[in-house]
């Protein structure tokens, strides 16, 4: 088992050689998009070994969820290199040019960053995803998953591995972390020599370690505290298709909500009509006053803490507000700025929503589930990012380049 050092310094050497491939880079996710395919038994055998240990270690079901990988989401994996492959190379395009009095010739042009780290916790199709994505833009990996998924991660990369040095190009252009102790996460985020970003995924108290401890330049990718607020001109049957499918299409992922706030006009109507429909899932609701008032025993009371939790779990807070402009306030004040939503035919109020909430998506009569790479277009994403330096929202390709300026003379000199 290889040192973090040693991998950084690997990745660092490989990246010399990928950061000007051109048509290997294509080749080698093809052969990734097969060779996930045709090892999913295998890959799925070391799954099985993970799932076990979440069982006997007691993890929750929508953890295990999380961690689970099938034929059909390995297919899926595979499909989402293969859109991948479809994308533009994001590596050499000329952004801006000019010419200057004097005769220089200056263009901006896009180019690798250069050695990725990527430090995430159980979801092993972020093994594949983001090894893809940095591989397409010309960037090396150094992945240090969670011990959850430690062997269907090391399976994952076994793969990747041997199908990118297929298509020529160094099998160190990924790497994974084994060691799944604290230490190696703490030596990923010291390891400046040889990463120059390092990107963390993850429950809120990750990302948080990352963002004070590292050395390393960080992309913060964001939790997910996202919420919907039900407007007083709502069409309640809209609004709860969008909250049933917003908290349990699949709770354990980031953009799924865990709040939502109802005006207090149309509350006696819609909380029992979503109640009903989240009730098909046996969604627990935790609600202020007003909402305990209207659903009986049918919720639990909120507490604060509640409001601003990231519950990843089949758990929705709710609260009854008297104006979107105190809908605004919540959400301003415990929003971890990722997606939120209005529901409403009042575009007035669609439009303040739109124009007041400072998240990196912002919906109208949409579920906040949207808020991902692959359904933006963009392919599969390396993260939500909920900063705004350098990237904001799913980061695509485009975001895991950066840029450098060319210069042509003809022999000119400064005075």
């Not at 055998?45 to 240990?53: E, M, R, Y």
């Not at 995803?129 to 991660?153: P, T």
């Amino acid at each position: 088992m290889l040192s973090v050092r040693e991998l950084g310094k690997n990745a660092k050497v490989a990246s010399k050689i990928l950061s000007v491939a051109k048509k290997e880079k294509n080749e080698a996710l093809e052969n990734i998009a097969q060779a996930l395919v045709s090892n999913a038994d295998f890959i799925i055998k070391a799954n099985d070994i993970d799932i076990k240990n979440a069982k006997d270690n007691g993890l929750s079901d929508a953890m295990i969820d999380r961690l689970s990988l099938t034929k059909e989401r390995i297919d899926s994996i595979a499909q989402g290199v293969k859109e991948i492959i479809a994308m533009p190379d994001p590596v050499g395009k000329v952004l801006s040019g000019n010419t200057l009095s004097n005769g220089l010739n200056i263009t901006k042009v896009t180019v690798p960053l250069g050695v990725i780290g990527i430090i995430f916790e159980s979801r092993p199709n972020v093994t594949a995803d983001a090894a893809a994505l940095c591989l397409k833009a010309g960037n090396c990996v150094v992945l240090r998953g969670g011990k959850e998924a430690i062997n269907s991660n090391k399976a994952i990369v076994e793969v990747m591995r041997d199908a990118v040095y297929k298509a020529g190009l160094p099998k160190d252009c990924i790497n994974l972390i084994e060691d799944t102790s604290r230490q190696s996460s703490i030596e990923l985020m010291e390891l400046s020599d040889y990463l120059d970003v390092l990107i963390p995924r993850g429950g809120a108290g990750l990302i948080k370690a990352v963002v004070e401890n590292a050395k390393v330049p960080v992309i913060e990718t964001g939790v997910g505290n996202c919420h919907a607020y039900v407007d007083e001109i709502a069409d309640i049957a809209m609004a709860s298709d969008i909250v049933y499918n917003a908290k349990t299409s699949r709770v354990s992922v980031c953009n799924a909500l865990e709040t939502l706030l109802v005006h207090e006009k149309i509350a006696d109507k819609a909380l029992p009509a979503i109640y009903d429909k989240l009730s098909e899932k046996n969604v627990e609701i935790r609600g202020c006053e007003k909402t305990i008032a209207i659903l009986s025993d049918k919720a639990k009371p909120a507490t604060e803490d509640d409001y601003s939790t990231e519950f990843l779990d089949y758990i929705l807070a709710v609260k009854i507000v008297d104006s979107i402009d105190s809908a605004l306030e919540h959400i301003s004040n415990y929003s971890s700025g990722h997606s939120e939503v209005i529901i409403t035919n009042d575009f007035r109020n669609a439009e303040k929503f739109l124009n007041h909430v400072d998240s990196s998506a912002v919906y109208v009569n949409a579920s906040t589930r949207f808020t991902d790479g692959g359904q933006f277009g963009l392919g599969a994403e390396i993260g939500i990012s909920t900063q705004k330096l350098h990237a904001r929202g799913p980061m695509g390709l485009e975001n895991l380049t950066s840029t450098k300026y060319i210069i042509r003379g003809q022999g000119q000199t400064r005075v």
